[in-house]
């Protein structure tokens, strides 16, 4: 079915990356796999799990799922995902061939996640040196 928006999340592989983080069971009988609703909060929290669970094309849709769900991103998570985002914002910016109706509101959706990753990380840095002495 491919992308049916421009967002993050408007897509196929996006959701089938949201439900290998909610996969109830890895070794599912082969009757169908069950989901859970909601991401799993062990997966989502284990640091190297997530770090290891990024293939290159999918770190922004993981930097997403885990603030979405109020995660703390790691270094190497924020980095690999700024650098997808912006990897996915040059690809569409050079006219490849993308499908995408309108490409600028593609870039413009990919820019604002972009800027957010960005800014969480700066909010978060600045709150881990901020000395408060009441």
Avoid: H
């Avoid at 849709?61 to 991103?73: C, G, H, Q, T, Y």
């Avoid at 006219?95 to 990380?121: H, M, Q, S, Y």
């Amino acid at each position: 079915m491919g992308a049916w928006g421009y967002g993050i999340m408007d897509g196929d592989d996006p959701l089938d990356t949201k439900d290998a983080l909610c996969r109830k069971d890895e070794d599912c009988p082969t009757s169908g796999r069950q989901y859970f609703d909601e991401p799993r909060m062990d997966r989502l929290t284990d640091t190297k799990f997530m770090e290891g669970f990024i293939d290159g094309d999918n770190a922004g849709v993981v930097a997403f799922i885990m603030i979405e769900n109020r995660v703390p991103l790691s270094d190497e998570i924020r980095r690999r995902a700024i650098s997808c985002l912006q990897s996915d914002i040059d690809y569409v910016s050079n006219g490849n061939p993308t499908g995408w109706k309108d490409p600028e509101e593609r870039i413009k959706k990919l820019t604002e996640f972009r800027e957010i990753v960005k800014a969480i990380t700066e909010a978060e840095k600045a709150l881990m040196e901020f000395n408060y002495d009441g």
